[in-house]
């Protein structure tokens, strides 16, 4: 009996130090119609997540048809689109639970979306829409940004986005 009670307090104590752990480290995979590559014989650019963490952080304060009003921190996806040398008009967002969506590359200009890696103040993990979410500044849009094919948008656990 001792020994299965050593069991389960070993097992809350890994499944806490696990939950309050930071999160893992993450990538951002840009491809398409680019002119900058960080791999260039992939044609693609890739963004270490401390590359992110070191751009301008913006913020979009707003509810998502997911979660009650929050504060997003993020990168503007604007800079993203700069770095690369985006020259599309469409991109594809990709997501780890193979989600993609496709959105105009208008959106960017006109809605100034971030890619958030921070809600609340906290670090985006996996499990609550990490590690990049896509947000709309909704409240602020208008009935536009309150609609089906815009909620359609916020796509979370981006990890890839395609230039077209």
Partial sequence: MFTHLLR??????????IGQS???SFTLEVTGNISH???????RYIFTDEQLFSMPV???STTTPWTPLEKFEGIAL????NTVGAKGTM????ALNDYYINIPI???EKYHMILAYKMG????????????FLIYPRDAGGKELNSPLYNSRFIWQVYRIEIK
């Avoid at 991109?91 to 990709?94: D, K, L, R």
């Fill in 8 to 17: 389960i307090i070993t097992l809350a104590f890994a499944a806490l130090v």
């Fill in 22 to 24: 930071p999160a893992l």
């Fill in 37 to 43: 590559f960080t791999d260039e014989a992939n044609h």
């Fill in 58 to 60: 913006h913020t979009i």
């Fill in 78 to 81: 604007s800079e993203i689109l």
């Fill in 91 to 94: 991109m594809a967002f990709y």
């Fill in 106 to 108: 208008s959106d960017v």
């Fill in 121 to 132: 103040g906290n670090r985006l993990k996996i499990r609550d829409f990490g590690p990049l």
